[in-house]
C-alpha cells in the first residue's frame, strides 16, 4: 500500500496491483479507480504486505485516530535538545507507546503536513528530518497562528459573500446590485472565475484554481456546476444582464472591446471636434450648398452617410449627383482614430443598436450629412444617357447643406403620390429605374428575398420587448438609394482604372444559372429566388483595375458609399481623393492588399458576432411563444429528399431554416411548423412539421 501524489498537489493511499510495464504500476485506490502511478509520484510506503482495497478505509481511518500534532512538538523538544536529525521510524518511537502501519502512516502524514518543527531533506536516499531552531519554531508559530486568522478573515468574508448573493437572487432585476457594485466587493476574484468559466475563456476555462474557485462558488449557492450555471448565477445577481450573450460579453471581456470606446480614443474625438484639423481640400471643395439634397435613410440610422440631388442641365438632360459623407477630412492616416477604425473594420448592428465604427460624438456629429448644416462630402456627379449608361461623370471634394432628411416610409410615400413637393426625388427615381433596366440588359441577377430583422428593446432587462420581421429590399425608396450607390460605386471603379489607382475592386464570375425553363417550372416567388440563389458565384477582388460584377451586370465596381460605417469605403476615400489633389495615394497595390486582408478578417469576425447576437435574440422570441403554436411555412426545397430534409421559409418572420419532414409535399406548398427547439444561450433554434 503506498501514499502517491496525484499530481494537483492531491495525495490518495493504493493498493498496487500489477506492474504497468518496466517501470510503472497499477494500483487501486478505495473506490475501486485504477491508476497508473509513477515511481517518482510513490511519496510514502506503509510497512507491511498482503493489503487489499478494504485495508485502505482501516489504516486511513487508524492513522486520523493517532493524528496528534502536539506529539510531533514534544518529539520536537527531544530531537532540538539532541541537535541530530530524525527518520520517520525514530519519530514514531517519540510519539506512540507501539508501532503499527497506522501509527506509521500517521506519523508520515503529521510530518508531511508540519511547516512548524521540522525541515524535511534527503539523506543517501532516505528522508530524514532537521528540528528547527527555536526561533524560527516561534516564527513559523507565528505565521501559522497568521494563516488562521486570515481562513478565519476569508471565512467571515465569504458568509458576507453569500448572503449578498443569497439577497441579490432574490431582489427584483431593478433592485439588485449594479456590476460596478460587486466589482468593488471582497471576493469579487471569484466573480471573474465565474466570468471566465460562463464564457469558457481565460483561466477558469480549463483545469485549476480558478475553475476550482468557480465551481466551489457554484456549490454553495447551489448552482450546477457548469458553463450555463455560472452564466446563470451571474445574471441572477445583477452583474449580467438578464439577457447576456456569451460572444459579445466574451469579446468585452478578455478580446478587444468593441462596445465601449477606450479612453484615450474618446478623448482624440472630442479634441477633433474642439480644435478641427486642417482641411487639405478646402480650395478645391466645389460649393454645392445651393443644391437641394435629400437624406433618405432608417428612422433609427444615426451615422448619415450619403445624400442625393438632382441637376437639370436643360435640353432634356441632367445630372445626379450622389453625396458621401467625407470622414478623412476629420480623420487623417495612421491616427489613433484611422487605426482605430481599421480594427474595427464597420458598425456593428445590433438588435439592441449599433456599436459604431467612431466614436458617436463623431460618427453622429460632423461626418454624417447632417439636415441643415454645412457639411464637407465626397461628390459623384453622373450624367446617365438615355439608354441607362454613364454619359459623363464628375468626381470632387464638395460643400452641401442637406435640405432635410426622409424615412424610407417618407420618400415612398412621397414617390407613390410623384409629389410636386418633390419632383427632384421623383426625377431621381427615373434615373435609378433606367440604370436599373440597364444593369438587367448587361445580365444583373436581381434576387428578391427577404431578410430576418430583429429588433430589441430594454435588452438588458427581464421584460426585454423583442420584435422579429422580415424586411424586404423591394419598396420604391430602397431600390432608388441601392441603384444609386451601386452607381456611384461603378464611377469610383471606372475613374480608379483610368488613373490607374489601388483600389479593392470588387467582382464576380458570371453564374450558371437555371435555365429558364427549368425556373419557370418552380413556383413563382421565394422558390425561384432560392434555385438562382444557390448557384451564384463568390466574389472576388482585385487591386490593379476593375473587374466584371455579373450579379450587378457592371463593367466594374468598388464600394465607396458607407465611408463613416465601413473602413474599406474609407480606404477608398483616401486613394481617390490623394488622386485628385495630385499627389501620391497612401498605398500601393501590395499594401492596399494587406489592409483589406486584415480588415476582410475584422469584418468577418464582425458578421460573425452579429448573426450570434442575432440567433440569441430570436430564439429567445421564439423561446417565449407557446409551445403549441402553429407556423405557416412554405417549402423552398428539398435538401435531401431520401432522408426528407428539406428548406422551408416561415414567412411571417422571414426565417429560413431547415426542417426534417414528416410528410412529402411539393415545392412551394404551404405547411404547418412548430417550434422543437429555442435555446438562446446555444444559439439553437429548431422548428418541426406538425
Known sequence: MVEFLKGDRKWDLVVLDKPDGKKNWFGTDRNGIIFSIRPQQIAFTVPGDGYNVEDIGKVLSQSTQNRDPELLRVAWEILQEEGKDASVEDIEKMMFSTSSPATKYATHRILSEDVVYFKRKIKKGNAVFEPRKPGQVHKQLEEVEMAKRRAEEEKK???????????????????????????????????????????????????????????????RMGYEMSNDGAHLLLADIGLWGAYEIPELRRKETFGLGIKSFKEHIQKAAEELIVSTPPDVDQSRRM????????????????????????????????????????????????????????????????????????????????????????CCAFSIGVVVAEDGSIESYDMVPSFISPRYRLTYDDADELLSEQSAMEPELTAIAQVAESRRAYRTRNGAVDITLPETNVKVKNGFREDAEIEVFPLYIDSPSRKLVAELMILAGEVTALAGTEAGIALPYRGQPTPDLPPMEDLLMLPEGPCREIAKRSRMTRSVQSYNGAIRHASLGLAGYCQVSSPIRRYGDMLVHYQMKAYLRGTNAPFNEEELAQVMDYVGSAARESQLLQREVDSFWIAEFFRRQPRDRAYKALLLRWLREDSMLASVLVEEFGIETAVRMKNGHPLGEHISVGVSEANPRAGRLFFEEL
Open 287 to 374: 460649393d454645392l450648398t445651393n443644391m437641394k439634397v435629400l437624406t433618405i435613410d432608417d428612422e433609427s440610422t444615426t451615422e448619415i452617410d450619403d445624400g442625393l440631388g438632382f441637376e437639370d442641365l436643360g435640353n432634356g438632360r441632367s445630372r445626379v449627383w450622389v453625396h458621401i459623407a467625407d470622414p478623412t477630412r476629420w480623420v487623417h492616416m495612421d491616427t489613433v482614430l484611422e487605426q482605430e477604425a481599421r480594427r474595427r473594420s464597420s458598425t456593428l448592428y445590433l438588435p439592441t443598436g449599433s456599436i459604431p465604427m467612431f466614436p458617436r460624438v463623431l460618427s453622429d456629429g460632423p461626418l454624417s450629412l447632417r439636415a441643415g448644416q454645412k
Open 157 to 219: 468574508r465569504m458568509k458576507a459573500f453569500e448572503a449578498a448573493m443569497k439577497e441579490a437572487i432574490l431582489l427584483p432585476r431593478e433592485q439588485k446590485p449594479k456590476p460596478e457594485e460587486w466589482r468593488d466587493k471582497d471576493l469579487h476574484g471569484r466573480l471573474e472565475a465565474l466570468e471566465s468559466m460562463a464564457l469558457n475563456v481565460g483561466p477558469a476555462a480549463g483545469p485549476g484554481e480558478e475553475r476550482e474557485l468557480a465551481e466551489d462558488t457554484l456549490q
